[in-house]
């Protein structure tokens, strides 16, 4: 047997499997994951004076974000059903980019990881952005959906460079 790295959701055929971690201890797990929504300045201040039609953008936008993570297993299919501890989804104005950027941390006390809850309600939460403000910016970019950390489990912390 190889010690090179390979896919754990694929068996020995190549076949798509949900892991098994049953075996595994439990631990405090967390994972922070962040991504952006780029707009034109006009439509940020729009945002920023609470002005959008459909209402409160960020609050909006947090919630999505909450309730993704929360369902993340029914999106992507090869994902354990977690009892989360704790999600928490931060959207912060930035004038350079311009747009808002997006963070979201997921933690559980469980035998597996929480990177994908994380970048789930990162990329939920700014796929809502463009939902509520597409009326007046059809060219936002949501862009930078990454994981910036993860701790707890066998392979411990992880850090983004």
Not at 88 to 98: C, E, I, M
Not at 119 to 132: E, G, P, R
Request: net charge neutral; proline share 3%; with cysteine.
């Amino acid at each position: 047997m190889s010690d090179a790295p390979r896919l754990t959701h694929l068996d020995e055929s190549g076949g798509a499997h949900m892991v098994d971690v049953g075996d595994k201890a439990v631990t405090t797990r967390t994972a922070i994951a962040e991504g952006s929504v780029t707009m034109k300045p006009e439509t940020l201040a729009l945002i920023r004076g609470g002005l959008a039609k459909k209402g409160d953008v960020l609050a909006t936008a947090r919630i999505a974000g909450i309730m993704a993570a929360k369902k993340t297993h029914e999106l992507i299919p090869l994902c354990h059903p977690l009892l989360l501890t704790k999600v928490t989804l931060d959207v912060d104005f930035d004038d350079a980019l311009p747009g808002l950027r997006v963070r979201a941390l997921a933690r559980v006390a469980g035998q597996t990881g929480v990177e994908m809850e994380a970048l789930t309600a990162v990329s939920v939460a700014c796929l809502t952005v463009y939902d509520m403000a597409k009326a007046v910016d059809r060219g936002m970019v949501i862009g930078g959906v990454r994981l910036l950390e993860k701790s707890g489990g066998k392979s411990g912390e992880w850090r983004a460079e």
